[in-house]
């Protein structure tokens, strides 16, 4: 686990508790698993192609697909009950629904193996998954369109930084 990204999502929990306690333990959770999987990520990228062949790495990245797949559903939940009930800066109020219709847009087709309605007629009913070696875990989800795990994950800790303490 990336223990230093670990501490960043522990350090932010606070903010979610004066809006709904329940929210510290989710976040810090979903934090752990983005912490494990970013240092995932950053070791499949120094691998080399023989490593990478071997079924051992091809175990572990199932398990980073599953628990990448696991994240965005709880995140996108978390996201969307702080979407209900956030009271405070507007550009804060923005910036969560901008979070929340990227993650809806990821999450129904991972979910519901179709295609959000506002994307029917350009989005793929299945959000493919593929590696990318910058961003680790993606989706594709139309012919222009891949969301990262790792981007979201970090859009939700600068819209937690941006937070009032």
Same mark, same amino acid.
């Given at each position: 686990?990336?223990?230093?990204?670990?501490?960043?999502?522990?350090?932010?929990?606070?903010?979610?508790?004066?809006?709904?306690?329940?929210? +510290?333990?989710?976040?810090?959770?979903?934090? &752990?698993? @983005?912490?494990?999987? /970013?240092?995932?990520? !950053? #070791?499949?990228?120094?691998?080399?192609?023989?490593?990478?062949?071997?079924?051992?790495?091809?175990?572990?990245?199932?398990?980073?697909?599953?628990?990448?797949?696991?994240?965005?559903?709880?995140?996108?939940?978390? +996201?969307?009950?702080?979407?209900?009930?956030? &009271?405070? @800066?507007?550009?804060? /109020?923005?910036?969560? !629904? #901008?979070?929340?219709?990227?993650?809806?847009?990821?999450?129904?087709?991972?979910?519901?193996?179709?295609?959000?309605?506002?994307?029917?007629?350009?989005?793929?009913?299945?959000?493919?998954?593929?590696?990318?070696?910058?961003?680790?875990?993606?989706?594709?989800?139309?012919? @222009?369109?891949?969301?990262?795990?790792?981007?979201?994950?970090?859009?939700?800790?600068?819209?937690?930084?941006?937070?009032?303490?």
């Amino acid at each position: 686990m990336d223990h230093q990204r670990h501490r960043i999502w522990i350090d932010l929990s606070p903010k979610l508790g004066k809006i709904e306690q329940f929210m +510290v333990p989710v976040i810090e959770g979903l934090g &752990k698993i @983005d912490s494990y999987l /970013v240092l995932e990520d !950053k #070791k499949f990228s120094t691998l080399t192609q023989k490593e990478t062949e071997a079924l051992k790495i091809f175990s572990t990245l199932t398990d980073r697909f599953t628990l990448s797949y696991l994240w965005v559903l709880g995140v996108y939940e978390l +996201v969307r009950t702080l979407d209900r009930r956030y &009271k405070g @800066d507007n550009n804060i /109020v923005t910036k969560i !629904k #901008k979070l929340k219709s990227k993650l809806a847009r990821l999450r129904i087709p991972l979910a519901k193996m179709e295609a959000e309605r506002k994307y029917k007629s350009t989005d793929f009913p299945i959000a493919y998954p593929l590696m990318r070696r910058q961003y680790g875990i993606s989706w594709q989800i139309s012919k @222009d369109v891949v969301i990262s795990r790792r981007e979201l994950s970090d859009q939700l800790v600068d819209l937690l930084k941006e937070m009032p303490s």
